[in-house]
């Protein structure tokens, strides 16, 4: 059975709102087309002018026992709660699900905003993990 999710069950409204906000922001100085380090870059910037706690390219070890596999790099966490991943395609792939799926997973972490700056606009998802909550 499928659980219905109301807006106040939402994980974390204001601070989202604040985050896409930041990324309406830099598209709306920048513009479509940049690479998306420029997007970093600006995201940063905002996220700073906002006073949101960040942490900037987060290093996480996904683990076996006690033995590094691999190591893993959100683009920022936000406030030790958000996962936010930027992107510069204007549209949204499987692959780029699955990534933040493996993030919250590994992590723990209940949310991630999944950010596309396009040509023309920029779109933000909600990525809840539900194993979390």
Request: glycine share 6%.
């Amino acid at each position: 059975m499928s659980k219905t999710i109301y807006k106040k069950d939402l994980l974390y409204p204001e601070l989202s709102y604040v985050i896409v906000g930041c990324a309406y922001d830099v598209f709306n100085e920048l513009g479509g087309g940049h690479r998306e380090k420029v997007y970093q870059k600006a995201m940063k910037l905002a996220f700073q002018d906002k006073l949101i706690a960040f942490k900037e390219q987060y290093y996480y070890p996904l683990k076996y026992k006690h033995d590094t596999m691999e190591r893993g790099f959100f683009d920022f966490l936000v406030e030790e709660k958000i996962i936010v991943e930027l992107k510069s395609l204007g549209f949204f792939t499987k692959g780029n699900y699955d990534q933040v799926k493996y993030y919250m997973n590994d992590s723990g972490l209940k949310l991630a905003l999944l950010i596309t700056f396009g040509q023309n606009e920029v779109r933000s998802k909600r990525v809840v993990n539900f194993q979390a909550i």
